[in-house]
């Protein structure tokens, strides 16, 4: 086995005590290197392999920490997911100076911060950073963090409560969940002012940050993340079939059944395509496909109110299938939205800040699916011009 050289990220600068940098890898080799500048920033390198003169190329640093006028930022944390998508979790805080001289919660010398969990996302390969307050309502630490080891760090009150923990991962739909120690968990800690710096617990409370809405860093699950499959509830209304020249189409609404809201994103997906010939796709999906897993986007088929309310029908839109053999064929379907999820306890639900499409919450609560698995199979006979549809169990 054998290394290469150490290759400096040319513009670094590391801040102080012992904060170690994270790497997140994109899944075509983009390198995306997270760490606490010297300057308090959070700050971003993204480095991509010159496969000619065998060195990494580094893009400038970025300070993703602007928006919310980070001073101060430590427990960097990176996860890339699709190779122009990443995740730069990290603690930060607007206020200045050495945030490990010890807060003296008594005398209020020391450090006076508030620390809340960031979380920086990009989709465009590190161009640009959108960044969001995961804990906006909820410090993670009141006052100062010691970072320097074991032996610096024993002191009263243990400032090094949060210990060195933070870490950040995907799950399979590419959803960025952060895992990371919380140092104020009571309400007298959380309900203290926003720069309240004395009021902290000490503690190490295990904790997860997770996306709940938005997009994650697999594209495959775009409009998918907080979904629920909500098939059962829905049922259709086809009009205007045609067919010739190798291609069948019909305009689809659907109709919500239930007396439940579903909102947006609402998406119509195909689980199955079938024909004689086994030739026939899909020709307008919204995502591309053309078989299983195209889709069409109703979200803006619902009316302004973005909801899809109990008993509503939804616009229609055109569906088209390329059908070179003109034969009859079978499409099941699987709608897929999102309901109101059940009781959230109380811990740290974001409101949507900074115009971000991603929210996080520490809840974790996992939304209601009341549902079976069923399908909307769909058959177009092209000879008798007729379309007819069932719901079918799986
Ligand atoms: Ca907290
Ligand atoms: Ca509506």
Redesign the pocket.
């Known amino acids: 086995m054998t290394w290469s050289q150490p290759q400096l990220i040319p513009d670094s600068n590391p801040a102080p005590g012992i904060v170690d940098p994270s790497i997140g890898i994109g899944s075509k080799g983009t390198i995306y290197y997270g760490y606490a500048n010297s300057n308090g920033a959070p700050s971003m390198a993204v480095g991509h392999l010159d496969k000619v003169n065998h060195k990494i190329v580094w893009s400038p640093s970025q300070d993703v920490g602007t928006p919310y006028g980070i001073k101060n930022a430590t427990f960097p944390a990176v996860v890339a997911g699709d190779d122009d998508r990443a995740a730069f979790a990290f603690l930060g805080t607007p206020t200045g100076g050495y945030y490990q001289d010890q807060t003296q919660p008594s005398s209020g010398a020391g450090f006076q911060g508030v620390w809340h969990l960031y979380v920086a996302v990009t989709y465009n390969g590190g161009q640009t950073w959108t960044t969001i307050d995961a ?1 906006p309502n ?3 630490q009141r006052g100062s963090i010691c970072n320097s080891g074991t032996v610096i760090c024993s002191r009263t009150p243990n400032d090094r409560n949060l210990l060195d923990f933070i870490d950040a991962t995907i799950d399979r739909q590419g959803r960025v969940l952060v895992a990371y120690a ?1 140092g ?2 009571s309400p007298t800690c ?1 309900n203290a002012g926003p720069t309240d710096y004395r009021k902290n617990d000490y503690v190490r409370k295990a904790s997860i940050a997770r996306l709940t809405t938005g997009r994650g860093l697999l594209a495959e699950f775009d409009g998918l993340i907080g979904t629920q499959d909500v098939t059962s509830m829905v049922g259709l209304q086809m009009t205007n079939p045609k067919s010739g020249a190798g291609a069948a189409s019909f305009d689809l609404a659907l109709k919500n059944n239930s007396t439940q809201t579903i909102f947006t994103p609402l998406t119509l997906m195909v689980s199955n395509i079938s024909s004689a010939s086994g030739r026939v796709t899909v020709a307008n999906a919204s995502n591309g496909k053309t078989g299983v897993g195209a889709s069409w986007d109703y979200s803006a088929l619902v009316g302004n109110d973005n909801m899809f309310t109990g008993g509503e029908t939804s616009l229609s839109r055109n569906l088209k299938f390329n059908n070179p053999n003109n034969e009859p064929f079978t499409v099941t379907f699987r709608v897929v939205g999102a309901l109101a999820s059940g009781g959230t306890s109380g811990g740290g639900s974001s409101g949507g800040t900074s115009g971000s499409s991603s929210t996080a919450s520490t809840s974790g609560s996992s939304p209601t699916a009341p549902l079976t698995n069923a399908v909307l199979s769909v058959t177009y006979n092209p000879l008798l011009n007729t379309l007819t549809w069932q719901v079918m169990k799986q």
């Open positions: 804990t909820d410090p993670v919380d104020c968990t959380i």
